[in-house]
């Protein structure tokens, strides 16, 4: 079965300083690894994706993705926060040797990042 | 792009009614999940289809729960029987490809008085 942990419900950080968000995942196989934004009373939105290759995944709206298949982990970065960033992050997975519903996507319980100003 | 649309946008129904959702994929796309989320929680996947062929259903799924996506297009989700634990917001992703990115809907948010 497969999994995602993402270890830290909230985040803060300062406006202009790095920012951190964490997952880790358990699959069978390779995973695709996927992260998604969501803002209040909204859907999630799409911010980038890593399937296979480079492990630094670029994103939008300036978010990076490292991918550590040793650790088993897909942290979020950014280099520098902004206000506007201030959201919940929710990281996702799917096993690529799973069957039936267990490929579709599994997500993680979310992490609130704020940004102070 | 005019992206996924969910109607309504909340619902608000006496335990024991009908409640039937429904969802407007991205036009092109071929692929059409539906997931609840409850407050705290990521997305928990019910079903999907490709077309109009269901083909993954999640135990989430009980038999007070159907979906239909009758010609490829657009698709509904109906609760019979709603109980308390059916308050969630319902999301609708389309996506399409296997591989792509999935796409959502701002949700339907249901709440059972």
């Known amino acids: 079965a497969q999994s995602v942990a993402q270890p830290e419900d909230q985040v803060n950080v300062a406006e202009g300083n790095p920012l951190t968000v964490k997952c880790t995942y358990s699959?069978?196989?390779?995973?695709?690894l996927f992260w998604y934004v969501q803002y209040p009373n909204r859907g999630l939105q799409f911010l980038l994706k890593y399937i296979t290759g480079d492990n630094l995944v670029k994103g939008s709206y300036g978010f990076e993705a490292e991918f550590n298949k040793s650790q088993t982990s897909f942290h979020l970065k950014k280099p520098s926060a902004l206000v506007s960033d201030s959201a919940l992050y929710f990281c996702a997975v799917r096993d690529t040797i799973s069957s039936g519903s267990a490929r579709q996507l599994t997500f993680g319980s979310g992490t609130q990042l704020t940004v102070l100003p | 792009d005019t992206g996924v649309s969910q109607d309504p946008r909340h619902k608000i129904t006496k335990r024991g009614q009908n409640v039937t959702f429904r969802c407007d994929p991205i036009s092109e796309h071929n692929r059409l999940y539906w997931y609840r989320q409850t407050l705290g929680q990521g997305p928990e996947f019910l079903t999907y289809f490709q077309n109009e062929a269901q083909l993954e259903k999640s135990r989430l799924l009980s038999d007070r729960f159907s979906a239909e996506r009758p010609k490829g297009s657009f698709s509904t989700l109906e609760i019979q029987r709603t109980e308390q634990g059916d308050s969630a917001m319902y999301l609708c992703a389309s996506s399409l490809g296997e591989y792509q990115p999935q796409h959502f809907g701002d949700g339907t948010r249901l709440s059972i008085l």
């Open positions: 699959v069978s196989g390779n995973p695709y």
